[in-house]
Structures are given as C-alpha cells and as structure tokens.
C-alpha cells in the first residue's frame, strides 16, 4: 500500500512513517516507480511504535527493542534502561501530583473547590 493508506491504517502521518524509516525503525519496499510500498507487517510494526512511542520509551530504546532494527542489546542492559525511565517517568509525575494537589488547596482556598 502507498505510504498515505499506510499512514491511515497505522494510525499515524505520513510524515510519521518518513520519521521511522530515516530512524532505522521501519524499511518499506519500493514499487518500480521509487514510491514507498507499506505491507501489512510494516503497519503493525508501525502500530507497536507508536504505542511504545506513547508509553514514553525514547527512539532509541524502541530501536533495540524491535526485532531486525540492529538493535541486539544485552537483555540486562536493555531491562535497566527501561526502569530508569520509567522511574524518570515517575519522579515526573510526582512532581505533578504535588503542583496540581498545591492548586487544588488554592482553589479550595479561594472558594472553588475542585472536581
């Protein structure tokens, strides 16, 4: 399929599915023409970055995680760059909660209480 049906089947743009080929993540075919030729393996591949892409995990590390990108990481390595993001993640989060719990006690102060 063309790279716009991929793009809509993967649930991504176009400009998305340019990203993850020049990234290493995907590698269409190409027809005769030169133009980009998506199979249906491609677009599942597609649908599993950008879930791991919102999940949080950085290219990089989606690149060793997925089979045939020339990413073999030693599994233990791979495992611990995982939880430090994931604990990144979470003092992140931490941070929020103590900002939007601060802004509830302000509402709450001022007469609004929240939801």
Known sequence: MRISEAARAGGVSARSLRHYEDEGLIVP????????????????????????????LPVRLIRQALPGSG??????????????????LAARIAVLDGQRAA???YLRSAGHPGP
Do not use: M, W
């Open 29 to 56: 075919g190409r027809c005769a023409n030169g133009f980009r030729d998506y199979c249906q393996s491609t677009v599942d591949r597609v649908r599993l970055i950008r879930a791991l892409l919102e999940s949080g």
């Open 103 to 105: 802004l509830d006690a």
């Open 71 to 88: 990413g073999k990481p030693e599994l233990d390595e791979f495992l611990r760059e995982v939880r430090e993001h994931r604990d990144r």
